[in-house]
């Protein structure tokens, strides 16, 4: 069993960044990729961006790439999210999970956590 605890949302105003968190515990030793998708009110969850676990290799969104970089730090099991130039359509909650590939057609390891709130005002 993994639990994933996300971090960091708030309200920004936009062109603001903010940095997103993720921690995993638990049995995290198959963990090929993490990754980080969204879902804003009223739409389905969207991939955002992940990384393998351990290259380091990197996919994004057309939406957000230039302007997000996500990260990993291996010996604390976190994930992070960098965002800056932060937009309006950016608004929604943010979750992260563990998958068996990189990119928008993963399928999740877990159970989605709560997630963190991300507010853009425009």
């Known amino acids: 069993q993994v639990q994933l605890v996300e971090s960091g949302g708030g309200l920004v105003q936009a062109g603001g960044s903010l940095r997103l968190s993720c921690v995993a515990s638990?049995?995290?030793?198959?963990?090929?990729?993490m990754g980080w998708f969204r879902q804003a009110p009223g739409k389905e969850r969207e991939f955002v961006a992940s990384?393998?676990?351990?290259?380091?290799?990197?996919i994004y969104a057309d939406s957000v790439k230039g302007r997000f970089t996500i990260s990993r730090d291996r010996a604390k099991q976190r994930t992070y999210l960098q965002m800056n130039d932060l937009k309006h359509e950016d608004t929604a909650v943010y979750y992260c999970?563990?998958?068996?590939?990189?990119?928008?057609?993963?399928?999740?390891?877990?159970?989605w956590g709560q997630g963190t709130q991300v507010t853009v005002s425009s």
């Open positions: 999970n563990r998958f068996s590939q990189l990119g928008a057609t993963a399928t999740p390891y877990d159970l």
């Open positions: 638990g049995r995290t030793f198959s963990t090929y990729a």
């Open positions: 990384i393998a676990w351990t290259s380091g290799d990197t």
